[in-house]
């Protein structure tokens, strides 16, 4: 399931990330790999703020959508 759909709180682990080779290369570069383990801590407006790696990062919904998670 895309990261835009899981519940705040609740540890994540990285599936795969989604959309453009450019798209891709700027979330590895945040800490999103696969395998990795991410949690969303709030969401606002169309952004949200996830933990991954020991980081708060806030990133849109747009780009959280190509996240794929399982839990």
């Known amino acids: ?5 899981v519940e705040l ?3 994540n682990r990285i599936r795969k990330i989604g959309g453009k080779e450019e798209t891709r290369k700027f979330l590895e570069n945040l800490g999103f790999v ?3 383990m991410v949690t969303v801590i ?3 407006g169309g952004n ?3 933990n991954v790696k020991d980081s708060r990062i806030a990133i849109g919904k747009d ?5 794929m998670v399982v839990r």
């Open 63 to 67: 780009m959280a959508s190509k996240i």
């Open 34 to 36: 696969a395998g990795g």
């Open 42 to 44: 709030s969401e606002f």
């Open 48 to 50: 949200m703020i996830v």
């Open 9 to 11: 709180g609740i540890p």
């Open 1 to 5: 399931m895309p990261l835009t759909m």
